[in-house]
């Protein structure tokens, strides 16, 4: 047992963009999966799908299997006595007992060293930080686990089955970086028996949602990521030109690397025969700040409307509430992505942001819409410095470059940036999405050897794994 521990300690991650994922792990695990429900296994089947999912998540980090296995059992029993529970009293503190566990356990590991350092920081006192490793995708299994709490609360769900229970928050496509989902959402294509037997037509719609994933990580993400490293690591010294190199290359950077793990998470899970829900739907052509949070990340923006801001009263109570419920949630929203002032403040700007427009719409102003895309972009480029720079004036320092008000100057060869940036502008702005894609999608031969060529380009370009971003939120 000991030696299985060890080998197990010395697993490295299997990402999305990896050969081992792509050529071993992915067919093995579909192949066999499909192999036992053909053979009626079923039982069989799911428990294969479970033990994948958490080797899987201990390819990542495996000192955290214990971990998310003991929240997974803790959120199942508290499911079962808040669907169990007939007084309505009892079933409220079951609910918020769950709430209060689950926020406490994501506190403990993201921000115990966030507030220790600013306690010490404010009372100039000495309390050692703890150094806690950030365990994989707690973030999202957690808010996943509320979300099924809350769930259970309103009779909309009950899961029984402890198999089904684990396979729900662990499901490998999306265990680290999401999306966020209900269990209402996916668990009844699991238990559908259609959904057991291989649909040729969804693995190839899979595979195709996959290579436009992949293409976007290793030919598009990556390429801006090292002009948004090289960026921020020297922000004292960016040039106006720089500065705007900077700032884009990361605005892009993001987006084609959370939306490729997306495309690649839906692709993966399509294979299956299970859909998870559109987490993207074109961010940047927004023509306002609110437009753009109904296009990013759609399952967190759902989970905090759903759970922090109509609790707070929503659109039910006045103006100035509403306003002060934007910051609020806007300000969790930034906190949620990581234990930084850096992300506060950038959640800061949104919630601003979102009151601005409110305030603007009320009293019945109108813009062109080629002036409010401008604006609306921009926004979010200035923004996305906050969210990216490790310090306030690393951020300042960009800004500062991006209005030539930088006093040092040194030069960075800009090879083909502003052709490759005008073509992913008109790419993201006049292109389908892959929402669009999937839905007109048509297995024939063209769109196959389409598929493939992407594939092949995504593997050939295969010559470093980089980490997707989401992935340490």
Request: glycine share 6%; with cysteine.
């Amino acid at each position: 047992m000991e030696k299985i521990l060890s080998i197990l300690r010395c697993l490295h991650p299997i990402s999305f963009n990896s050969f081992e994922f792509i050529l071993l792990f992915l067919p093995i695990t579909l192949i066999i999966y499909f192999y036992l429900n053909h053979r009626k296994l079923i039982v069989a089947g799911r428990l294969w799908l479970m033990f994948i999912s958490l080797l899987f998540y201990s390819f990542w980090s495996f000192q955290y299997v214990p971990l998310i296995l003991m929240s997974v059992l803790i959120n199942y029993g508290l499911g079962i006595a808040i669907a169990s529970c007939l007084h309505e009293l009892f079933k409220k503190l079951w609910l918020t007992a769950g709430i209060v566990v689950n926020v406490a356990f994501l506190g403990y590991f993201k921000y115990t060293d966030f507030f220790l350092s600013n306690v010490n920081a404010l009372l100039s006192t000495n309390h050692d930080l703890l150094h806690l490793a950030l365990p994989l995708g707690i973030s999202f299994y957690t808010f996943a686990q509320i979300a099924y709490l809350v769930d259970t609360y309103k009779s909309e769900v009950y899961e029984s089955s402890l198999i089904d229970y684990i396979i729900f928050i662990t499901f490998f496509p999306r265990i680290i970086a999401g999306p966020i989902v209900h269990h209402k959402e996916i668990m009844p294509q699991f238990k559908n028996m259609r959904s057991k037997l291989l649909s040729y037509k969804n693995l190839s719609l899979g595979l195709f949602l996959f290579a436009l994933g992949l293409v976007k990580k290793v030919l598009i993400a990556d390429y801006f990521m090292e002009w948004a490293d090289h960026g921020f690591n020297n922000a004292v010294a960016l040039s106006f030109m720089e500065a705007w190199i900077t700032s884009l290359s990361y605005t892009f950077q993001i987006y084609f690397d959370f939306s490729g793990y997306t495309d690649m998470a839906l692709g993966t899970a399509m294979m299956f025969n299970i859909r998870l829900p559109m987490n993207f739907n074109s961010p940047y052509k927004a023509l306002n700040i609110q437009d753009f949070w109904r296009r990013w990340h759609i399952t967190l923006t759902r989970f905090l409307r759903d759970h922090i801001y109509i609790p707070l009263g929503g659109n039910r109570v006045g103006s100035y509430r509403i306003y002060m419920n934007f910051i609020i949630v806007f300000l969790i929203g930034g906190l949620w992505h990581g234990a930084s002032w850096m992300f506060i403040i950038w959640g800061a700007f949104h919630g601003i942001g979102i009151t601005v427009h409110r305030i603007w719409q009320q009293k019945g102003y109108k813009m062109n819409k080629a002036l409010a895309w401008i604006l609306t972009f921009n926004f979010i480029n200035i923004t996305w410095i906050f969210f990216r720079a490790k310090k306030w004036d690393d951020a300042l320092h960009i800004l500062k470059g991006m209005t030539g008000l930088q006093d040092i100057y040194f030069f960075v060869p800009r090879n083909n940036f502003l052709l490759f940036a005008l073509m992913s502008i008109l790419l993201l702005l006049l292109a389908r999405n892959s929402n669009e894609l999937a839905m007109k999608y048509k297995p024939v031969l063209k769109v196959q050897l389409a598929m493939a060529v992407l594939m092949t380009i995504g593997i050939i370009n295969l010559t470093k794994i980089s980490t997707f971003l989401y992935v340490n939120f």
